[in-house]
């Protein structure tokens, strides 16, 4: 069945350093990927939405130079949190659309940033 | 106000009672309803899709829309230890490519 691949699902790294996330669709093609934000006992906040061989879409609120996403190719989607500060330990998720027999959006696994 | 209203609980039952989960909305676009499983620190797990109005059961679970209120509902028969997670109902004004819509949550602990 149609599968997102998230990967680290947990990041422990120092203050001002980067770190990447990456997001693959298994056996369907995703066009389209949203990324989210979660802390903790809340819902998921929709960060942007990255389109592949496009800009990213972000959300208000959230920088665009901080959390840069690539979505290189069909099934590959990229969020690399810059500079990181303690303020964005969070839990990182991505989605991508199945849009076929399914239609509805299949999540990743997650990941847990901790910034020391 | 939000657009999508779910209460966050958290909510406590025993093991075998029946579970009733809802989500109240505001946009009268939404068409496709979806009930997503979160257990902690992982993805949402889809558990439920309905598009439109109506009835659907699959298992121990069955959602139910009611458009006309703007009122969605999840329900859980037979709830087991293994149930206890957050729920999380999202909406779309249609599938593929547009943004969800998700409530804030609901955490529901099963006790043996």
């Known amino acids: 069945g149609a599968v997102v691949s998230q990967h680290p699902s947990r990041v422990i790294c120092k203050s001002g350093t980067s770190v990447k996330i990456e997001c693959r669709s298994l056996?369907?093609?995703?066009?389209?990927m949203f990324w989210y934000r979660q802390f903790p006992k809340q819902s998921l906040m929709l960060m942007a939405t990255?389109?592949?061989?496009?800009?990213?879409?972000?959300e208000q609120g959230v920088e665009k130079d901080k959390f840069l996403i690539n979505h290189a190719s069909l099934t590959l989607s990229t969020l690399t949190v810059t500079s990181a500060h303690p303020e964005d330990s969070s839990f990182y998720i991505c989605?991508?659309?199945?849009?076929?027999?399914?239609?509805?959006?299949?999540f990743g696994s997650g990941t847990q940033l901790s910034v020391l | 106000q939000k657009e999508v209203e779910q209460d966050p609980g958290p909510l406590s039952v025993p093991e075998g009672a029946i579970v009733s989960l809802n989500c109240t909305y505001s946009n009268s676009a939404f068409q496709y309803f979806m009930w997503y499983r979160q257990y902690s620190r992982k993805g949402p797990e889809l558990l439920m899709y309905?598009?439109?109005?109506g009835n659907k059961e699959d298992g121990r679970f069955t959602a139910q829309v009611d458009k006309s209120s703007k009122y969605i509902s999840l329900f859980i028969r037979d709830s087991q230890p293994s149930d206890s997670a957050t729920y999380l109902c999202a909406m779309s004004p249609s599938g593929g490519y547009n943004k969800l819509i998700f409530g804030a949550g609901t955490r529901l602990a099963v006790h043996p």
């Open positions: 989605s991508a659309p199945e849009t076929g027999a399914l239609d509805v959006d299949i």
């Open positions: 056996d369907f093609q995703a066009t389209t």
């Open positions: 309905t598009y439109s109005s």
């Open positions: 990255s389109n592949e061989g496009s800009k990213a879409t972000y």
